[in-house]
């Protein structure tokens, strides 16, 4: 998959609790995004980053939060976890993206996924 | 905005057959187009792409898929399925200038025995 791991893989948790989930990489790529996968909806953008401390929200991302303080992991928290938030979630990478030397041909490659429940 | 469509759900062959997988896209200007598939408790794998040129793009395991402009199409193939080619396939597009790959909704190709 591509250097890149998540964390936890699977995880169960109350509503209304906080969650993080972690997106490591070892491929020193630029660009790092959260999706989430729902059957029938193929998967949805919810943020990306296009470098540390860089953020930005895709078309999904009410009731969720990233961050970036290294170029390898990227963060992404539920603060206050609901049952509409059940769904695999995806960390993908590329090498460029947008801006300064990024294309927008490049590949995204994708992590192997988290499953999370909200009870 | 752009849209990709995978008109469906389910694809079912025999082992031997030649397989296809249908999508269709929307986008202002010239798209990139990419195909995905992810077998069971896995990540997507990447598959192809088209960016410009060649209207036919080989990928890995066997698999093609053929631009057509005039009728937004970029359909998948392979000549010969495998048992093991049953997995969910995802089309995706992005427009060029922009970040965002939009995805379909996926379709699930089984290939009988």
Redesign the interface.
Known sequence: ?AG?TQSPRHKVTETGTPVTLRCHQTENHR?MYWYRQDP??????IH?S?GVKDT?K??VSDGYSVSRSKTEDFLLTLESATSSQTSVY?C?ISEG??GSGGR??D???????TRLTVL | AQS?AQPEDQVNVAEGNPLTVKCTYSVSGNP?L?W?VQYP??????LL?Y?TGDNLVKGSYGFEAEFNKSQTSFHLKKPSALVSDSALY?C?V????????S????TTVTVRA
């Open positions: 998959d890149i660009y029938g909806h193929g998967l949805r953008l990306y296009y930005d895709g078309e995806f993908a993206g947008l927008s041909t590949t995204q490659y994708f992590g192997p996924g | 990709v990139y990419f995905y408790n896995r990540g997507l794998q990447f792409k960016i995802f995706a992005r427009e060029p200038g922009d970040y965002k790959l995805f379909g909704a996926g």
